[in-house]
């Protein structure tokens, strides 16, 4: 079955500064890995995906996630924070084997401080 | 273009009522699901459907029935409302292309039951 988790209800970081929102998984096969973005009282909007290829993947808003199988994790990373990226965070996953269930993470919170 | 569209945005419930949620998707999107977002929790698949006819269980299905008579259309029916459904709903929908899907949610329905 799969899983993911995601260790931290929220993040605090200064504006200006890198940001990492930590996400782990489990799943069979080779995993399709997705991160999302949810402002208040809104929907979810698609960030970025890793389906194969390169590890280090860019998507919107100057966001990037890492891949990495041997600890099968896939982060999302920031260079420089901004006040607006202020939101909650899901990491989801799909399984590789032509399943069709996308699961998500328990979210985390994104508070960016000016 | 509309996306994916859920009704009601608010309904207030009693006890042992009944109803159903709305979901319409103009994307011809093959895959459609219904996730329910709680505090702590993040989003749980209830159900989910890859086409017309089909439909499967995710993660937290009980109470809850849908039916795909159409590839528009996926209605989430709550047969007897239990204040444990008070909650947020998603609507999602997505292609299955060989990349991998980008899920598109709708804006949520926000139920209470009392």
């Known amino acids: 079955a799969q899983s993911v988790a995601q260790p931290e209800d929220q993040v605090n970081v200064a504006e200006g500064n890198p940001l990492t929102v930590k996400c782990t998984y489990s799943v069979s096969g080779n995993p399709y890995l997705f991160w999302y973005v949810q402002y208040p009282n809104r929907g979810l909007q698609f960030l970025l995906k890793y389906i194969t290829g390169d590890n280090l993947v860019k998507g919107s808003y100057g966001f990037e996630a890492e891949f990495n199988k041997s600890q099968t994790s896939f982060h999302l990373k920031k260079p420089s924070a901004l006040v607006s990226d202020s939101a909650l965070y899901f990491c989801?996953?799909?399984?590789?084997?032509?399943?069709?269930?996308?699961?998500f993470g328990a979210g985390t919170r994104l508070f960016v401080k000016a | 273009n509309a996306g994916v569209t859920q009704t009601p945005k608010f309904q207030v419930l009693k006890t042992g009522q009944s109803m159903t949620l709305q979901c319409a998707q103009d994307?011809?999107?093959?895959?459609m699901s219904w996730y329910r977002q709680d505090p702590g929790m993040g989003l749980r698949l209830i159900h989910y459907s890859v086409g017309a006819g089909i439909t499967d269980q995710g993660e937290v299905p009980n109470g809850y029935n849908v039916s795909r008579s159409t590839t528009e259309d996926f209605p989430l029916r709550l047969l007897s409302a239990a204040p444990s459904q008070t909650s947020v709903y998603f609507c999602?929908?997505?292609?299955?292309?060989?990349?991998?899907?980008?899920?598109?949610f709708g804006e949520g329905s926000w139920l209470t039951v009392v």
């Open positions: 989801a996953v799909r399984d590789g084997t032509g399943g069709f269930k996308t699961i």
């Open positions: 994307m011809n999107h093959e895959y």
């Open positions: 999602a929908s997505s292609y299955d292309l060989p990349e991998g899907n980008t899920i598109y």
